[in-house]
């Protein structure tokens, strides 16, 4: 089955029993026993779904994975991963991450002695010189949030598996669509639903593939035994997004190319981060890994100061001022203040993320209203 088909129809079975074509919301917390025991598969909820379910073997078979478990937030999801560790052992991670991602690490299984280092994996070979007996995770996120470096999936994996070591690369940015990161090499692969798969910005939904049996087991075991679910309806809408999710980011690809090409031409722009420059340092391998660049772009000014960014910023009509990305509609963001808030400013100036810094999550309006709206705020400065 092609991937065009599979968002349609992969995981996903008329309801047995009535028919219904589209799988219906089990808004039910119980299910009716027989006789102590017996049931149809379904005792509590928490651990038994069918909206759930239906959606889990949908996002499995997009990732190529065994199975997806999946949670009420990409956080939450995250938070599951980092649950298969235990005191001592430790984490690479990609410098360059989404900040709520970072603060989990740092803030939380800091505590608990799990220890993450972050380091530059635009070059593979920089990692083997961290990795310790003790490294039991490498986090991989890619494209790198809000920077758009690309890393090396295949690579990466390849490195990971000589020492033994799981990876988790967090797809989130660019959706099975564009890139497949079990076919890569993965064990584990993240998504926040919130972004491109739910895709309508209506709900906050996070999953986790596996790439085997055990692993889905080890998560399914923290899912129920933890408890970070989602609701049934919450699973229903992001059945219902990924049901257009290749042609939400064909086309999202598409605009977020003619825009990156207007603002590296445009004078009170310094910067334009698009993996789909030729002249962009990881563009080859992006090239390789992905079906097209992303619908995310980010630029900073000539100007590089808050003051100008919040002109910028606060001007857009189409481009909403908001957090998230991967929605229909375009956002704009001030990663500085906004999502990367929770990142000291030295370590975010390290990476290139500067005050000025804007991000573009761009929607699938009509890309010449979205280059006028961008031109028009440009303006103000
Ligand atoms: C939003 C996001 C997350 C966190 O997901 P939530 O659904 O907001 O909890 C993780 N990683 C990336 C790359 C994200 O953009």
Redesign the pocket.
């Known amino acids: 089955m092609k991937f065009n088909t599979k968002v349609i129809h992969s995981g996903i079975k008329p309801d047995e029993a009535t028919g219904a074509v589209i799988t219906p919301i089990y808004q039910t917390s119980t299910y009716v026993q027989a006789a102590p025991g017996d049931h149809k598969g379904f005792a509590y909820a928490r651990t038994h779904n069918l909206t759930r379910k239906t959606l889990e073997d949908s996002i499995a078979t997009l990732e190529n994975g065994f199975d997806a478990v999946s949670f009420s937030?990409?956080?939450a999801a995250?938070d599951a991963v980092l649950k298969l560790l235990k005191s001592g052992d430790e984490v690479l991670s990609t410098n360059d991450i989404?900040g709520?991602?970072y603060r989990l690490m740092t803030k939380i299984y800091n505590k608990f002695d799990i220890k993450t280092t972050f380091v530059d994996m635009q070059n593979p070979a920089n990692i083997e010189k961290y990795i310790t007996k003790k490294t039991k995770l490498i986090w991989i996120?890619t494209p790198t949030?809000p920077m758009l470096n690309i890393i090396d999936i295949k690579a990466v994996c390849a490195i990971a598996k000589k020492h033994g070591i799981l990876t988790c690369v967090?797809n989130?940015?660019a959706s099975p669509y564009l890139q497949v990161p079990i076919d890569l090499g993965a064990d584990l692969v993240l998504h926040?639903a919130?972004?491109y798969l739910g895709g309508h910005s209506d709900v906050?939904?996070?999953c986790v593939v596996a790439r085997t049996e055990a692993l889905t087991k080890d998560l399914r075991f923290i899912q129920n035994a933890a408890g970070a679910i989602p609701g049934p309806q919450d699973c229903f809408l992001v059945l219902r997004g990924m049901k257009t999710l290749h042609l939400r980011v064909e086309r999202a690809c598409e605009n977020a190319k003619r825009i990156a090409k207007m603002l590296k031409r445009h004078p009170k722009v310094k910067n334009v981060y698009y993996p789909g420059f030729k002249d962009h340092k990881n563009h080859k391998i992006a090239k390789e890994q992905m079906r097209h660049f992303g619908a995310m772009v980010s630029f900073d000014l000539e100007d590089d100061t808050f003051e100008a960014a919040s002109k910028v910023l606060s001007k857009t009509r189409f481009f909403i001022l908001a957090e998230s990305?991967g929605g229909v509609e375009s956002l704009i963001g001030h990663p500085a203040t906004m999502t990367h808030a929770s990142i000291p400013r030295k370590e975010r100036l390290k990476v290139g993320l500067t005050d000025s810094l804007i991000r573009l999550s761009v929607g699938i309006e009509d890309a010449e209203d979205l280059m006028e709206d961008l031109e028009k705020a440009l303006l103000e400065l």
């Open positions: 937030s990409g956080l995250m989404y709520g991602s996120e949030n967090d989130t940015f926040s919130t972004k906050v939904h996070g990305l």
